[in-house]
């Protein structure tokens, strides 16, 4: 499962994974990159507050954890 498909099913989680998540379903322009590096220079091209680029890395931990 990709890491964006991963972070979607997140979006009932009541943590700062799950605001981020919610925040992905409702971005038409999230991109369909698979690396950290691709996404996190999104959110600063955007921009993002930096508790969402905190948010993604803590989220893209959890994903390569093997958590979802």
Same mark, same amino acid.
């Given at each position: 499962?990709?890491?964006?498909?991963?972070?979607?099913?997140?979006?009932?989680?009541?943590?700062?994974?799950?605001? /981020?998540?919610?925040? =992905?379903?409702?971005?038409?322009?999230?991109?369909?990159?698979?690396?950290?590096?691709?996404?996190?220079?999104? /959110?600063?091209?955007?921009? &993002?507050?930096? &508790?969402?680029? =905190?948010? /993604?890395? =803590?989220?893209?931990?959890?994903?390569?954890?093997? &958590?979802?």
């Amino acid at each position: 499962m990709s890491f964006t498909a991963w972070l979607r099913r997140q979006r009932r989680s009541n943590d700062r994974v799950g605001d /981020l998540a919610r925040d =992905v379903v409702i971005d038409d322009n999230w991109p369909r990159g698979r690396t950290l590096t691709r996404l996190d220079a999104y /959110l600063v091209e955007v921009p &993002a507050c930096d &508790a969402a680029r =905190v948010s /993604l890395r =803590v989220a893209w931990d959890e994903y390569r954890a093997g &958590a979802g």
